[in-house]
């Protein structure tokens, strides 16, 4: 069974542009959540989605945002973007949201 | 808010030998889950081992173990024969009522 797949792996912009990175979970599951993770505040919580709705949000501005797809792919969109949002950002999929969570190998965004 | 504690930010231990990492958390929550992730330099996050907080038996995976003291909210990882493929980050985590919660991290380096 093939993993979490995120697209694409680097990504390198600059301030102010905007930026959609994609995650494919595994087949099957329903719940995807995505994470920034950064070396200052480590991995935080972004969104969480079941089945198309957002189930949960985590404290981050209104410039990031995302969506989850009929097929349970999800995008996150960052706009704006600030020297700030350089960090790895993580997406993870499970069956169901109370069950564990199998990560993909994450997008590596950098902003100059 | 839940929080998670990793007091160890860096931890060695020699090859075939055994290593405890520490995680503290704290909540109000009384159903909850606890989970140990390792994330190599390869930057995959791979789930090692998850505990429901409901289960008094303590969770084991191979050389995985951990040492679950609920009243202490204590949820220690067990290395047991450890191996150079383990070196890695080990990150702690919590999920409750709120989505996945994670502490700041262990980097344990095994030495040949």
């Known amino acids: 069974k093939a993993g979490v797949t995120q697209t694409p792996r680097y990504l390198i912009k600059t301030r102010g542009q905007q930026v959609t990175l994609s995650c494919s979970p595994i087949?099957?599951?329903?719940?995807v959540s995505w994470y920034q993770q950064t070396p200052g505040q480590g991995l935080q919580f972004l969104f969480e989605y079941f089945s198309e709705t957002q189930r949960n949000k985590g404290n981050f501005p209104g410039r990031f945002s995302g969506r989850q797809f009929s097929n349970s792919r999800s995008e996150m969109n960052v706009s704006t973007l600030e020297l700030g949002d350089s960090a790895l950002y993580l997406c993870?999929?499970?069956?169901?949201?109370?069950?564990?969570?199998?990560f993909g190998d994450g997008t590596r965004l950098s902003i100059l | 808010a839940q929080t998670v504690t990793q007091s160890q930010p860096e931890m060695s231990v020699q090859e075939a030998e055994t290593v405890t990492l520490s995680c503290t958390y704290d909540t109000s929550e009384s159903n909850y889950y606890l989970f140990w992730y390792k994330q190599p330099p390869s930057r995959q996050m791979i789930l090692v081992i998850r505990q429901e907080a409901y289960k008094q038996q303590n969770a084991t995976e191979n050389r995985f173990s951990v040492n679950f003291q609920k009243a202490a909210k204590s949820f220690s990882l067990k290395i047991s024969d450890s191996q150079l493929g383990d070196t890695a980050m080990y990150f702690c985590?919590?999920?409750?009522?709120?989505?996945?919660?994670f502490g700041k991290g262990t980097r344990l380096s095994v030495i040949a």
């Open positions: 985590a919590f999920r409750g009522n709120t989505p996945l919660v």
């Open positions: 087949s099957g599951h329903r719940s």
């Open positions: 993870a999929s499970s069956l169901y949201i109370d069950q564990p969570q199998h």
